[in-house]
């Protein structure tokens, strides 16, 4: 069965630092692995997936992730911190077969301050 | 941009009632999921549904879920009587196609209160 991971609930940063949201998945084959984002009131818009195509993978907003296999990991990173940014982030995994479920992680709340 | 819409946003209801959540999803999918997030909880899967018939389901869609596309635009979810247990945001999702890569469109959620 398929898990993912995601270590922190809240993370905090400032305006114009590094933002690293960490996921990392359990899955006896690699999967493929999204992040979504979660604005108030709004629904889950996608940000970046991983494929297998491309091991670094650039999404929407500035975002990108790594999809490292020797540590099961797929974390989500952003150069420099915008307060927009300030959301609910949510790693999710599906194996293979249609219409595959997506499993996803507790989410990270990521708060942007001045 | 083509998006997935919900109604109601909100929806409050008493133990026992029958509730039904309507989503719209986007006009050229074939596969669509209910999702549901129990406050505090992770998102989790409920079913998927493709040509008029469950693709798959999870061990929380039991005899009181069902799901229908009763025309050619709406698809929806329906809890026979619902409980206490059952509040939650519900979110609707379509998928072009039913590839594990393909990228599941969230709508905005309904989120049901039961009382």
């Known amino acids: 069965a398929q898990s993912v991971t995601q270590l922190g609930s809240h993370v905090s940063v400032s305006e114009g630092a590094l933002v690293l949201l960490r996921c990392n998945y359990s899955?006896?084959?690699?999967?493929?692995l999204f992040w979504y984002v979660q604005y108030p009131n709004q629904g889950l818009q996608l940000l970046l997936k991983?494929?297998?195509?491309?091991?670094l993978v650039k999404g929407i907003n500035g975002f990108e992730a790594e999809f490292k296999k020797s540590e099961t990991s797929f974390h989500l990173t952003k150069p420099s911190a915008h307060m927009s940014d300030a959301a609910e982030y949510f790693c999710?995994?599906?194996?293979?077969?249609?219409?595959?479920?997506?499993?996803f992680g507790t989410g990270t709340r990521l708060q942007v301050t001045l | 941009e083509p998006e997935v819409t919900q109604t109601p946003s909100h929806q409050v209801t008493q133990m026992g009632q029958e509730v039904i959540l309507r989503c719209v999803p986007i006009?050229?999918?074939?596969?669509f999921y209910w999702y549901r997030q129990i406050l505090g909880q992770k998102v989790e899967f409920l079913v998927s549904?493709?040509?008029?018939?469950?693709?798959?389901k999870s061990e929380i869609f039991d005899d009181q879920f069902s799901v229908e596309r009763p025309d050619g635009s709406n698809f929806t979810l329906k809890i026979r009587s619902t409980k206490l247990e059952d509040s939650a945001m519900y979110f609707c999702?379509?998928?072009?196609?039913?590839?594990?890569?393909?990228?599941?469109?969230f709508g905005p959620g309904t989120r049901l209160l039961v009382l």
């Open positions: 999710a995994s599906k194996g293979p077969g249609t219409a595959s479920k997506l499993t």
């Open positions: 899955s006896s084959v690699p999967p493929y």
């Open positions: 991983y494929t297998s195509a491309a091991t």
């Open positions: 006009s050229n999918h074939l596969y």
């Open positions: 549904f493709y040509n008029n018939e469950i693709s798959e």
């Open positions: 999702a379509s998928s072009k196609q039913g590839q594990s890569q393909e990228t599941q469109y």
